[in-house]
Protein backbone atom coordinates (compact mmCIF):
# COMPACT_ATOMS: atom_id res chain seq x y z
CA UNK A 1 0.00 0.00 0.00
CA UNK A 2 0.76 3.63 -0.55
CA UNK A 3 2.85 4.45 2.83
CA UNK A 4 4.10 8.26 2.44
CA UNK A 5 3.09 11.57 0.89
CA UNK A 6 6.21 11.41 -1.49
CA UNK A 7 5.09 7.56 -3.09
CA UNK A 8 1.52 9.27 -3.59
CA UNK A 9 2.88 11.86 -5.06
CA UNK A 10 5.28 10.19 -7.21
CA UNK A 11 2.51 8.07 -8.76
CA UNK A 12 2.70 8.69 -12.26
CA UNK A 13 -0.90 8.60 -13.77
CA UNK A 14 -1.37 6.71 -16.84
CA UNK A 15 -5.50 7.32 -17.06
CA UNK A 16 -7.41 10.24 -15.54
CA UNK A 17 -11.27 9.03 -15.80
CA UNK A 18 -12.36 11.94 -13.59
CA UNK A 19 -10.61 15.56 -13.95
CA UNK A 20 -12.06 18.86 -11.93
CA UNK A 21 -8.99 21.04 -11.33
CA UNK A 22 -6.71 17.90 -10.21
CA UNK A 23 -6.85 13.99 -10.86
CA UNK A 24 -10.31 12.98 -9.07
CA UNK A 25 -10.32 9.44 -10.18
CA UNK A 26 -6.99 7.75 -11.94
CA UNK A 27 -5.06 4.64 -12.41
CA UNK A 28 -1.43 5.38 -11.82
CA UNK A 29 1.92 3.18 -11.67
CA UNK A 30 4.98 3.63 -9.31
CA UNK A 31 8.42 3.32 -10.37
CA UNK A 32 7.99 -0.74 -9.42
CA UNK A 33 5.40 -0.60 -12.19
CA UNK A 34 2.63 -1.52 -9.33
CA UNK A 35 -0.44 -0.13 -10.38
CA UNK A 36 -2.62 1.86 -8.08
CA UNK A 37 -6.50 3.11 -8.45
CA UNK A 38 -7.16 6.39 -6.56
CA UNK A 39 -10.60 7.59 -6.33
CA UNK A 40 -11.13 11.22 -4.29
CA UNK A 41 -14.30 11.39 -1.92
CA UNK A 42 -14.49 14.54 -0.61
CA UNK A 43 -11.93 16.85 1.65
CA UNK A 44 -12.74 16.51 5.64
CA UNK A 45 -13.25 19.23 7.99
CA UNK A 46 -9.98 19.23 9.20
CA UNK A 47 -8.19 19.85 5.77
CA UNK A 48 -7.66 16.04 4.81
CA UNK A 49 -8.55 14.84 1.75
CA UNK A 50 -10.43 11.44 1.87
CA UNK A 51 -9.49 8.48 -1.08
CA UNK A 52 -10.21 5.47 -1.99
CA UNK A 53 -6.80 3.23 -2.87
CA UNK A 54 -6.36 0.13 -3.93
CA UNK A 55 -3.39 -2.23 -5.60
CA UNK A 56 -5.00 -3.44 -9.01
CA UNK A 57 -3.50 -5.95 -11.82
CA UNK A 58 -2.85 -5.41 -14.92
CA UNK A 59 -6.08 -6.82 -15.73
CA UNK A 60 -8.17 -5.37 -13.80
CA UNK A 61 -6.99 -2.08 -14.97
CA UNK A 62 -7.65 -3.18 -18.74
CA UNK A 63 -10.89 -4.50 -17.72
CA UNK A 64 -11.59 -1.00 -16.24
CA UNK A 65 -10.61 0.95 -18.93
CA UNK A 66 -12.50 -0.98 -21.90
CA UNK A 67 -15.68 -1.28 -20.06
CA UNK A 68 -15.55 -4.70 -19.05
CA UNK A 69 -16.26 -3.58 -15.97
CA UNK A 70 -18.03 -1.02 -14.11
CA UNK A 71 -16.52 1.63 -11.54
CA UNK A 72 -18.94 0.35 -8.68
CA UNK A 73 -19.01 -2.92 -9.63
CA UNK A 74 -15.16 -2.88 -9.60
CA UNK A 75 -15.15 -0.92 -6.45
CA UNK A 76 -17.83 -3.39 -4.51
CA UNK A 77 -14.78 -6.56 -5.54
CA UNK A 78 -11.90 -4.46 -3.87
CA UNK A 79 -13.88 -3.60 -1.20
CA UNK A 80 -15.45 -7.35 -0.82
CA UNK A 81 -12.06 -9.17 -1.24
CA UNK A 82 -10.52 -6.71 1.39
CA UNK A 83 -8.53 -4.52 -1.21
CA UNK A 84 -9.98 -1.78 -0.94
CA UNK A 85 -8.36 1.32 1.74
CA UNK A 86 -9.03 4.93 3.06
CA UNK A 87 -5.91 7.41 2.31
CA UNK A 88 -5.85 10.61 4.16
CA UNK A 89 -3.70 12.92 2.79
CA UNK A 90 -3.13 16.25 4.82
CA UNK A 91 -3.32 19.17 2.32
CA UNK A 92 -1.22 21.03 4.32
CA UNK A 93 1.90 18.22 4.90
CA UNK A 94 4.87 19.99 4.01
CA UNK A 95 7.27 17.03 4.47
CA UNK A 96 6.51 14.29 1.95
CA UNK A 97 8.55 11.67 4.05
CA UNK A 98 5.77 11.70 6.09
CA UNK A 99 3.49 9.04 6.97
CA UNK A 100 0.34 8.61 5.01
CA UNK A 101 -2.17 7.49 6.52
CA UNK A 102 -4.51 4.95 5.50
CA UNK A 103 -6.93 2.04 6.63
CA UNK A 104 -8.81 -0.87 5.02
CA UNK A 105 -11.78 -0.79 3.94
CA UNK A 106 -14.59 -2.92 6.28
CA UNK A 107 -18.09 -2.89 6.83
CA UNK A 108 -16.83 -0.71 10.28
CA UNK A 109 -15.43 1.95 8.58
CA UNK A 110 -17.36 1.85 4.89
CA UNK A 111 -19.54 4.75 3.65
CA UNK A 112 -21.92 3.62 1.41
CA UNK A 113 -21.82 7.37 -0.31
CA UNK A 114 -18.36 7.10 -0.74
CA UNK A 115 -19.09 5.04 -3.51
CA UNK A 116 -20.52 6.15 -6.91
CA UNK A 117 -24.22 6.44 -6.27
CA UNK A 118 -24.96 3.75 -9.50
CA UNK A 119 -22.72 1.44 -11.64
CA UNK A 120 -21.34 3.02 -14.68
CA UNK A 121 -18.63 2.74 -17.10
CA UNK A 122 -15.35 4.81 -17.45
CA UNK A 123 -16.11 7.27 -20.46
CA UNK A 124 -12.96 9.40 -21.46
CA UNK A 125 -9.39 9.53 -20.34
CA UNK A 126 -8.29 13.19 -19.79
CA UNK A 127 -4.64 12.09 -19.72
CA UNK A 128 -4.56 11.16 -23.45
CA UNK A 129 -8.18 13.43 -24.27
CA UNK A 130 -9.48 9.90 -25.49
CA UNK A 131 -12.76 8.44 -25.25
CA UNK A 132 -12.60 5.23 -23.62
CA UNK A 133 -15.24 1.81 -25.15
CA UNK A 134 -16.18 -0.86 -24.92
CA UNK A 135 -13.52 -3.52 -26.19
CA UNK A 136 -14.30 -6.95 -25.43
CA UNK A 137 -11.89 -9.16 -26.95
CA UNK A 138 -8.59 -8.01 -26.71
CA UNK A 139 -6.79 -11.31 -27.79
CA UNK A 140 -4.95 -11.23 -30.93
CA UNK A 141 -6.12 -13.80 -33.67
CA UNK A 142 -3.33 -16.45 -33.16
CA UNK A 143 -2.88 -19.34 -35.29
CA UNK A 144 -0.19 -20.84 -34.95
CA UNK A 145 3.13 -20.78 -32.74
CA UNK A 146 6.45 -21.92 -33.29
CA UNK A 147 8.95 -23.46 -30.39
CA UNK A 148 12.70 -22.91 -31.18
CA UNK A 149 15.18 -25.05 -28.75
CA UNK A 150 18.69 -24.61 -28.64
CA UNK A 151 21.53 -26.04 -26.27
CA UNK A 152 24.76 -24.81 -25.61
CA UNK A 153 26.03 -26.10 -29.09
CA UNK A 154 23.49 -24.93 -31.25
CA UNK A 155 22.75 -28.86 -32.92
CA UNK A 156 20.81 -28.81 -35.56
CA UNK A 157 19.17 -31.83 -34.14
CA UNK A 158 17.44 -33.53 -30.67
CA UNK A 159 17.49 -36.61 -28.69
CA UNK A 160 14.01 -38.02 -29.64
CA UNK A 161 13.24 -39.22 -25.76
CA UNK A 162 14.41 -35.74 -25.04
CA UNK A 163 12.20 -34.08 -27.70
CA UNK A 164 8.98 -35.82 -26.46
CA UNK A 165 9.42 -35.21 -22.98
CA UNK A 166 9.98 -31.46 -23.80
CA UNK A 167 6.55 -31.48 -26.07
CA UNK A 168 4.94 -33.56 -23.39
CA UNK A 169 5.43 -31.07 -20.59
CA UNK A 170 4.33 -28.87 -23.11
CA UNK A 171 1.56 -30.05 -23.66
CA UNK A 172 0.47 -30.41 -19.63
CA UNK A 173 1.50 -26.79 -19.58
CA UNK A 174 -1.43 -26.07 -21.98
CA UNK A 175 -4.12 -28.65 -20.75
CA UNK A 176 -3.68 -27.49 -17.50
CA UNK A 177 -4.84 -23.86 -18.09
CA UNK A 178 -7.45 -24.88 -20.55
CA UNK A 179 -9.02 -27.07 -17.79
CA UNK A 180 -8.36 -23.60 -15.43
CA UNK A 181 -10.26 -21.74 -18.03
CA UNK A 182 -13.35 -24.52 -18.24
CA UNK A 183 -13.98 -23.76 -14.40
CA UNK A 184 -14.51 -19.92 -15.30
CA UNK A 185 -16.36 -20.40 -18.16
CA UNK A 186 -19.82 -21.73 -18.85
CA UNK A 187 -18.79 -24.40 -21.35
CA UNK A 188 -21.24 -27.12 -21.75
CA UNK A 189 -18.88 -29.48 -23.01
CA UNK A 190 -15.40 -28.23 -21.68
CA UNK A 191 -12.31 -29.89 -23.86
CA UNK A 192 -9.92 -31.10 -21.08
CA UNK A 193 -7.10 -30.26 -23.41
CA UNK A 194 -5.54 -28.26 -26.11
CA UNK A 195 -5.47 -30.06 -29.58
CA UNK A 196 -2.39 -28.98 -31.45
CA UNK A 197 -1.35 -30.25 -34.98
CA UNK A 198 2.77 -30.41 -35.79
CA UNK A 199 3.07 -28.44 -38.79
CA UNK A 200 6.86 -28.16 -39.35
CA UNK A 201 9.77 -29.41 -38.11
CA UNK A 202 12.48 -26.51 -38.59
CA UNK A 203 16.56 -27.87 -38.44
CA UNK A 204 17.67 -24.24 -37.98
CA UNK A 205 18.56 -24.66 -34.06
CA UNK A 206 15.57 -26.91 -33.57
CA UNK A 207 12.20 -25.23 -34.40
CA UNK A 208 9.06 -27.02 -34.08
CA UNK A 209 5.74 -25.31 -35.62
CA UNK A 210 2.84 -26.08 -34.30
CA UNK A 211 -0.69 -24.85 -34.83
CA UNK A 212 -4.37 -24.82 -33.28
CA UNK A 213 -6.45 -28.06 -34.94
CA UNK A 214 -9.07 -26.42 -36.59
CA UNK A 215 -11.67 -29.14 -36.47
CA UNK A 216 -11.44 -28.88 -32.58
CA UNK A 217 -14.35 -26.86 -31.27
CA UNK A 218 -13.61 -23.97 -29.44
CA UNK A 219 -16.06 -21.50 -29.03
CA UNK A 220 -14.29 -19.81 -26.32
CA UNK A 221 -11.28 -19.40 -28.29
CA UNK A 222 -9.24 -21.33 -25.08
CA UNK A 223 -6.94 -22.65 -26.84
CA UNK A 224 -5.59 -19.48 -28.07
CA UNK A 225 -6.05 -18.03 -24.74
CA UNK A 226 -3.89 -20.74 -23.21
CA UNK A 227 -1.13 -20.53 -25.46
CA UNK A 228 -1.33 -16.43 -25.11
CA UNK A 229 -1.26 -16.63 -21.19
CA UNK A 230 1.44 -19.52 -21.43
CA UNK A 231 3.36 -16.86 -23.28
CA UNK A 232 2.95 -14.30 -20.81
CA UNK A 233 3.76 -16.60 -17.48
CA UNK A 234 6.97 -17.36 -19.61
CA UNK A 235 7.54 -14.13 -20.11
CA UNK A 236 7.05 -13.03 -16.44
CA UNK A 237 9.32 -15.68 -15.05
CA UNK A 238 12.13 -14.41 -17.67
CA UNK A 239 11.92 -11.43 -16.63
CA UNK A 240 11.52 -11.92 -12.65
CA UNK A 241 7.88 -9.92 -12.28
CA UNK A 242 7.24 -12.32 -9.60
CA UNK A 243 3.98 -9.61 -8.29
CA UNK A 244 2.72 -10.15 -11.48
CA UNK A 245 2.05 -13.75 -11.58
CA UNK A 246 1.07 -13.73 -7.79
CA UNK A 247 -1.69 -11.30 -9.06
CA UNK A 248 -2.58 -14.10 -11.99
CA UNK A 249 -2.62 -16.53 -9.59
CA UNK A 250 -4.16 -15.42 -6.30
CA UNK A 251 -6.43 -11.85 -8.05
CA UNK A 252 -6.94 -12.75 -11.25
CA UNK A 253 -7.13 -16.41 -11.21
CA UNK A 254 -5.77 -16.84 -14.80
CA UNK A 255 -2.85 -19.47 -13.51
CA UNK A 256 -3.77 -22.66 -11.26
CA UNK A 257 -1.31 -23.93 -8.81
CA UNK A 258 -1.56 -26.98 -11.29
CA UNK A 259 -0.55 -24.74 -14.61
CA UNK A 260 2.40 -23.24 -11.78
CA UNK A 261 3.59 -26.73 -11.25
CA UNK A 262 3.35 -28.04 -14.69
CA UNK A 263 5.40 -25.03 -16.39
CA UNK A 264 7.97 -24.73 -13.61
CA UNK A 265 8.48 -29.09 -14.87
CA UNK A 266 8.59 -27.06 -18.27
CA UNK A 267 11.06 -24.85 -17.49
CA UNK A 268 13.02 -27.54 -15.33
CA UNK A 269 13.16 -29.85 -18.18
CA UNK A 270 14.54 -27.18 -20.27
CA UNK A 271 17.65 -25.88 -18.00
CA UNK A 272 18.38 -29.30 -16.42
CA UNK A 273 20.31 -29.98 -20.18
CA UNK A 274 21.13 -26.18 -20.47
CA UNK A 275 18.75 -25.30 -23.84
CA UNK A 276 16.99 -22.46 -24.38
CA UNK A 277 14.13 -21.60 -26.25
CA UNK A 278 11.76 -18.38 -28.07
CA UNK A 279 8.36 -19.14 -28.68
CA UNK A 280 6.92 -17.04 -31.90
CA UNK A 281 2.84 -16.57 -31.73
CA UNK A 282 1.31 -16.25 -35.44
CA UNK A 283 -1.60 -14.69 -36.72
CA UNK A 284 -3.66 -15.54 -39.76
CA UNK A 285 -1.73 -13.43 -41.55
CA UNK A 286 1.91 -15.16 -40.50
CA UNK A 287 2.82 -11.91 -38.86
CA UNK A 288 4.54 -12.40 -35.09
CA UNK A 289 1.93 -11.05 -32.72
CA UNK A 290 4.18 -11.82 -29.74
CA UNK A 291 7.36 -13.55 -28.47
CA UNK A 292 8.92 -14.42 -25.48
CA UNK A 293 12.06 -16.30 -24.44
CA UNK A 294 13.54 -18.17 -21.85
CA UNK A 295 17.88 -18.10 -21.53
CA UNK A 296 20.27 -19.55 -19.84
CA UNK A 297 20.33 -16.52 -17.69
CA UNK A 298 17.08 -17.13 -16.35
CA UNK A 299 17.19 -20.28 -14.91
CA UNK A 300 17.26 -19.34 -11.57
CA UNK A 301 14.36 -17.28 -11.74
CA UNK A 302 12.48 -20.73 -11.90
CA UNK A 303 12.59 -20.37 -8.39
CA UNK A 304 10.00 -17.55 -8.14
CA UNK A 305 7.56 -20.51 -9.45
CA UNK A 306 9.07 -23.10 -6.76
CA UNK A 307 8.77 -20.51 -3.89
CA UNK A 308 5.01 -20.27 -5.04
CA UNK A 309 4.88 -24.00 -5.16
CA UNK A 310 6.85 -24.64 -1.71
CA UNK A 311 4.17 -21.60 0.03
CA UNK A 312 1.14 -23.32 -1.94
CA UNK A 313 2.24 -26.26 -0.22
CA UNK A 314 0.47 -27.99 2.83
CA UNK A 315 0.31 -30.64 5.63
CA UNK A 316 -2.30 -30.87 7.50
CA UNK A 317 -3.55 -32.81 10.37
CA UNK A 318 -7.33 -33.00 11.29
CA UNK A 319 -9.18 -35.30 13.95
CA UNK A 320 -12.86 -35.41 13.88
CA UNK A 321 -15.46 -38.28 14.64
CA UNK A 322 -17.33 -40.45 12.48
CA UNK A 323 -20.47 -43.13 12.39
CA UNK A 324 -20.48 -45.88 10.10
CA UNK A 325 -19.99 -49.94 9.30
CA UNK A 326 -16.73 -50.99 10.29
CA UNK A 327 -16.59 -53.98 7.80
CA UNK A 328 -12.94 -54.94 7.85
CA UNK A 329 -9.83 -55.39 10.44
CA UNK A 330 -6.68 -56.82 10.20
CA UNK A 331 -4.53 -56.66 13.20
CA UNK A 332 -2.03 -58.43 11.77
CA UNK A 333 -1.58 -55.70 9.36
CA UNK A 334 -2.97 -52.98 11.44
CA UNK A 335 -5.83 -51.73 8.89
CA UNK A 336 -9.54 -50.87 9.41
CA UNK A 337 -12.00 -50.20 6.43
CA UNK A 338 -15.53 -48.43 7.41
CA UNK A 339 -18.18 -47.38 5.09
CA UNK A 340 -20.90 -45.58 4.74
CA UNK A 341 -19.39 -43.10 6.64
CA UNK A 342 -21.51 -39.85 8.21
CA UNK A 343 -20.18 -36.96 10.44
CA UNK A 344 -21.64 -34.58 12.27
CA UNK A 345 -19.03 -31.85 12.14
CA UNK A 346 -20.00 -29.54 9.16
CA UNK A 347 -16.94 -28.48 8.66
CA UNK A 348 -15.20 -31.65 7.72
CA UNK A 349 -15.96 -33.16 4.26
CA UNK A 350 -15.70 -37.32 4.70
CA UNK A 351 -15.16 -39.47 1.93
CA UNK A 352 -18.05 -42.65 1.97
CA UNK A 353 -15.67 -45.10 2.60
CA UNK A 354 -12.29 -44.85 5.51
CA UNK A 355 -9.76 -47.28 5.68
CA UNK A 356 -6.12 -46.39 6.96
CA UNK A 357 -3.92 -47.94 9.62
CA UNK A 358 -4.76 -48.69 13.62
CA UNK A 359 -3.20 -46.37 16.53
CA UNK A 360 -0.79 -48.45 18.34
CA UNK A 361 -2.43 -47.23 21.05
CA UNK A 362 -5.92 -48.60 20.11
CA UNK A 363 -4.12 -52.06 19.39
CA UNK A 364 -2.38 -51.97 22.72
CA UNK A 365 -5.39 -51.34 24.69
CA UNK A 366 -7.13 -53.73 22.39
CA UNK A 367 -4.22 -56.09 23.43
CA UNK A 368 -4.20 -55.45 27.51
CA UNK A 369 -7.43 -55.39 27.94
CA UNK A 370 -8.25 -58.34 25.78
CA UNK A 371 -11.11 -56.53 23.69
CA UNK A 372 -12.39 -56.95 20.44
CA UNK A 373 -14.10 -55.80 17.42
CA UNK A 374 -17.13 -56.63 15.68
CA UNK A 375 -17.69 -56.93 12.27
CA UNK A 376 -19.01 -56.20 10.13
CA UNK A 377 -20.60 -53.49 12.67
CA UNK A 378 -21.63 -50.48 13.54
CA UNK A 379 -18.52 -48.28 14.80
CA UNK A 380 -18.66 -44.85 16.09
CA UNK A 381 -15.00 -43.68 15.92
CA UNK A 382 -12.27 -40.83 16.05
CA UNK A 383 -10.11 -40.52 13.14
CA UNK A 384 -7.35 -38.16 12.73
CA UNK A 385 -6.59 -37.14 8.81
CA UNK A 386 -3.39 -36.33 7.75
CA UNK A 387 -3.93 -34.60 4.26
CA UNK A 388 -0.52 -33.78 2.51
CA UNK A 389 -0.02 -31.30 -0.52
CA UNK A 390 3.57 -31.30 -1.97
CA UNK A 391 3.75 -29.41 -4.83
CA UNK A 392 7.34 -29.39 -5.33
CA UNK A 393 7.89 -32.88 -4.65
CA UNK A 394 4.25 -33.38 -7.05
CA UNK A 395 3.02 -35.87 -3.47
CA UNK A 396 -0.29 -35.66 -2.45
CA UNK A 397 -1.68 -38.31 -0.22
CA UNK A 398 -4.55 -38.64 2.50
CA UNK A 399 -3.91 -40.95 5.81
CA UNK A 400 -6.21 -41.74 7.87
CA UNK A 401 -5.43 -43.14 11.89
CA UNK A 402 -8.17 -44.99 14.53
CA UNK A 403 -7.51 -43.22 17.33
CA UNK A 404 -10.55 -44.43 19.48
CA UNK A 405 -13.46 -46.20 18.84
CA UNK A 406 -17.04 -47.46 20.11
CA UNK A 407 -18.93 -50.21 19.11
CA UNK A 408 -22.34 -51.28 20.65
CA UNK A 409 -21.60 -54.76 22.25
CA UNK A 410 -24.50 -56.57 20.98
CA UNK A 411 -25.36 -57.12 17.46
CA UNK A 412 -26.49 -59.85 15.22
CA UNK A 413 -23.92 -59.91 12.98
CA UNK A 414 -20.84 -59.77 15.53
CA UNK A 415 -18.57 -61.84 14.37
CA UNK A 416 -15.31 -61.96 16.77
CA UNK A 417 -12.04 -60.70 15.00
CA UNK A 418 -9.78 -59.99 17.30
CA UNK A 419 -7.33 -63.52 17.18
CA UNK A 420 -4.02 -63.24 18.62
CA UNK B 1 2.47 38.49 -16.60
CA UNK B 2 -0.57 37.55 -19.46
CA UNK B 3 -1.62 34.64 -17.33
CA UNK B 4 -2.34 34.28 -13.63
CA UNK B 5 0.13 32.05 -11.75
CA UNK B 6 2.37 31.93 -15.47
CA UNK B 7 5.45 32.01 -12.86
CA UNK B 8 4.79 28.74 -12.03
CA UNK B 9 3.82 27.71 -15.75
CA UNK B 10 5.74 24.86 -17.70
CA UNK B 11 6.69 25.18 -21.25
CA UNK B 12 4.19 24.45 -23.68
CA UNK B 13 1.58 25.88 -21.27
CA UNK B 14 -1.23 26.96 -21.75
CA UNK B 15 -1.64 24.20 -24.39
CA UNK B 16 -1.23 25.70 -27.87
CA UNK B 17 -4.91 24.62 -28.79
CA UNK B 18 -6.26 26.77 -25.68
CA UNK B 19 -8.49 29.76 -27.31
CA UNK B 20 -10.00 32.76 -26.08
CA UNK B 21 -13.53 32.31 -27.30
CA UNK B 22 -16.49 33.36 -25.61
CA UNK B 23 -18.50 30.55 -24.05
CA UNK B 24 -21.96 30.50 -22.73
CA UNK B 25 -23.66 28.39 -19.71
CA UNK B 26 -20.28 27.22 -18.11
CA UNK B 27 -20.62 25.59 -14.32
CA UNK B 28 -18.28 25.31 -11.31
CA UNK B 29 -18.83 23.35 -7.92
CA UNK B 30 -18.69 25.85 -5.01
CA UNK B 31 -17.11 24.88 -1.68
CA UNK B 32 -19.96 26.74 0.42
CA UNK B 33 -23.52 27.17 -0.22
CA UNK B 34 -22.68 30.66 -1.82
CA UNK B 35 -19.39 31.65 -4.22
CA UNK B 36 -16.65 33.25 -2.02
CA UNK B 37 -13.33 34.28 -3.83
CA UNK B 38 -11.43 31.19 -3.13
CA UNK B 39 -13.70 29.31 -4.81
CA UNK B 40 -12.30 31.13 -8.16
CA UNK B 41 -8.65 30.05 -6.90
CA UNK B 42 -6.89 27.45 -8.51
CA UNK B 43 -5.35 24.49 -6.56
CA UNK B 44 -1.77 26.60 -7.04
CA UNK B 45 -2.79 29.72 -5.59
CA UNK B 46 -4.30 27.49 -2.26
CA UNK B 47 -1.33 25.74 -1.79
CA UNK B 48 -3.47 21.97 -2.39
CA UNK B 49 -2.40 19.53 -3.91
CA UNK B 50 -2.91 18.87 -7.73
CA UNK B 51 -1.76 15.73 -8.68
CA UNK B 52 1.84 15.09 -10.20
CA UNK B 53 4.03 17.31 -11.52
CA UNK B 54 3.09 16.88 -15.25
CA UNK B 55 -0.22 17.92 -14.07
CA UNK B 56 1.04 21.43 -13.35
CA UNK B 57 -0.16 22.96 -16.35
CA UNK B 58 -3.72 21.98 -16.39
CA UNK B 59 -3.98 22.76 -12.39
CA UNK B 60 -3.10 26.24 -13.66
CA UNK B 61 -6.32 26.37 -15.20
CA UNK B 62 -9.63 26.47 -13.77
CA UNK B 63 -12.05 23.59 -14.57
CA UNK B 64 -16.01 23.82 -15.72
CA UNK B 65 -18.36 21.94 -16.89
CA UNK B 66 -20.25 22.74 -19.97
CA UNK B 67 -23.64 21.03 -19.31
CA UNK B 68 -25.69 20.54 -16.36
CA UNK B 69 -25.79 17.13 -17.36
CA UNK B 70 -22.44 16.82 -17.04
CA UNK B 71 -22.58 18.30 -13.46
CA UNK B 72 -25.54 15.77 -12.77
CA UNK B 73 -23.24 12.76 -13.71
CA UNK B 74 -20.61 14.01 -11.37
CA UNK B 75 -23.17 14.26 -8.85
CA UNK B 76 -23.57 10.62 -9.30
CA UNK B 77 -20.29 9.61 -9.54
CA UNK B 78 -18.20 11.82 -6.75
CA UNK B 79 -19.31 12.44 -3.29
CA UNK B 80 -17.45 15.79 -3.30
CA UNK B 81 -20.44 17.07 -6.06
CA UNK B 82 -22.95 15.34 -4.79
CA UNK B 83 -24.20 17.69 -2.74
CA UNK B 84 -22.33 21.06 -3.60
CA UNK B 85 -23.55 24.12 -4.65
CA UNK B 86 -23.02 25.20 -8.55
CA UNK B 87 -22.50 28.79 -9.51
CA UNK B 88 -23.82 29.09 -13.80
CA UNK B 89 -21.66 31.60 -15.70
CA UNK B 90 -20.37 32.69 -18.87
CA UNK B 91 -16.98 33.01 -20.19
CA UNK B 92 -15.79 35.49 -21.93
CA UNK B 93 -13.03 36.16 -24.09
CA UNK B 94 -11.33 38.24 -22.05
CA UNK B 95 -11.07 36.08 -19.44
CA UNK B 96 -8.91 33.75 -20.50
CA UNK B 97 -7.59 31.22 -22.86
CA UNK B 98 -9.54 27.72 -22.81
CA UNK B 99 -9.31 24.16 -23.91
CA UNK B 100 -12.58 21.65 -23.82
CA UNK B 101 -12.81 17.99 -23.87
CA UNK B 102 -15.67 16.01 -23.01
CA UNK B 103 -17.40 18.72 -21.66
CA UNK B 104 -14.98 19.61 -19.16
CA UNK B 105 -13.00 23.04 -19.46
CA UNK B 106 -9.79 24.23 -18.43
CA UNK B 107 -9.80 27.96 -18.08
CA UNK B 108 -6.31 29.48 -17.73
CA UNK B 109 -7.11 33.11 -16.71
CA UNK B 110 -5.16 36.22 -17.86
CA UNK B 111 -3.83 38.47 -15.31
CA UNK B 112 -6.02 40.81 -13.47
CA UNK B 113 -9.24 39.05 -14.37
CA UNK B 114 -11.31 38.49 -10.96
CA UNK B 115 -13.30 35.73 -12.03
CA UNK B 116 -15.39 35.90 -8.32
CA UNK B 117 -16.40 39.15 -9.26
CA UNK B 118 -17.28 38.14 -13.07
CA UNK B 119 -19.11 35.32 -12.32
CA UNK B 120 -21.46 36.68 -9.09
CA UNK B 121 -21.38 40.09 -10.81
CA UNK B 122 -23.73 38.27 -13.43
CA UNK B 123 -25.47 36.21 -10.82
CA UNK B 124 -26.39 39.48 -9.29
CA UNK B 125 -27.83 40.61 -12.72
CA UNK B 126 -29.67 37.56 -13.23
CA UNK B 127 -31.95 38.27 -9.64
Not at chain 1, 81 to 104: A, C, K, P, Q, V
Not at chain 1, 329 to 344: A, G, L
Not at chain 2, 17 to 37: G, I, T
Request: net charge negative.
Amino acid sequence: MISNYKEFSDLNPIVIFEYYDFPMFYVAQNSRDDIYLNHYIEELEDGMDKWLTARITKKEYKNLVNNRVGVLDFLNKLKSTNRLHHLYFNIHEENLDNELYSELITSDNFDPESFPQENYFVDYDYLQDRPLEKITDDITHLKSFKLILKDRANKHNIELDYFNNIMGKLQNSLDSLVAHSNDETLDPAPSQSIHLNLVALEASSFGVSLMIDPNSVDIFNKSEEAIIEFMHLIDDVSNGTTQNINDQIFIDETYSIETIKNVKTFLKTISDKKYSFKIEAKDERNEVIKNVSFKENVYKNIEILEKILEEQSSEETETFTITGNLTMVSMQRNRFRIEDVETEDKEIEVDETISGRISRDVIKTIKDNKLKFYVPSKISATIERKTIADFIKDEYSSQHVLIKYEQPEESSQDVPMLKQ
Amino acid sequence: MKYINEEAMPDQCPPAVAKSENVKDVFRFLEKKVPNAVDFDNHITRNKWYGPESNKCSAIALSFFTTPEKVSAERIRIKKFRKASVVKGDIHEHHGVHSISNFHLNLWVFSGINLFEEFTRKEESKK
